[in-house]
């Protein structure tokens, strides 16, 4: 119960991210970078992303857990829904207050997701890995994927 909790408030801060217009996380900006060249909407784009994430777990022998398939499938469906019915606002102030309760509320369910330890999230797997196999700190392997991501986003 708490990885669906936790995945659902996760996805919803991050849809307030995206409706206030003011700014995302890397991995939104690669999933907007990517939607706004094709067809495609962010939460299915953000879906393809996980996958191709995943993907890359291979060549590191990362395992994924109910909690990483759930993450891909969950964050993808609710990103996509939550869009097209929260509200853009044209003011800048209500706009930032939206960003603001974005964050915490992806914050919130980012820690209530880990508690429930079923495997971790694509994008943790993906740095978690990439750190066992070059030794890097932690810090600059996460800084530097998401550098990548939000730089091709």
Do not use: C
Not at 77 to 106: C, D, K, M, S, W
Request: charge should be positive; charged fraction near 10%; proline fraction near 4%.
């Amino acid at each position: 119960m708490a990885l669906l909790v936790g995945l659902i408030l996760f996805s919803l801060g991050e849809a307030l991210l995206v409706t206030s217009e003011i700014g995302v996380s890397p991995w939104t900006a690669l999933g907007q970078g990517l939607a706004n060249v094709s067809e495609l909407g962010l939460g299915l784009k953000t879906f393809l992303i996980s996958l191709f994430v995943i993907f890359l777990w291979i060549p590191l022998k990362q395992k994924p857990g109910l909690g990483t398939v759930l993450n891909a499938i969950f964050i993808s469906l609710v990103l996509h829904y939550a869009i097209l019915f929260l509200p853009v606002f044209e003011e800048n102030f209500l706009r930032l207050i939206q960003a603001i309760t974005g964050v915490f509320i992806t914050r919130i369910g980012n820690g209530i997701y880990l508690i429930a330890n079923l495997g971790p999230g694509t994008r943790d797997g993906l740095m978690t890995g990439l750190q066992r196999v070059t030794k890097f700190p932690i810090a600059w392997v996460r800084s530097s994927i998401e550098f990548t991501v939000l730089t091709i986003g």
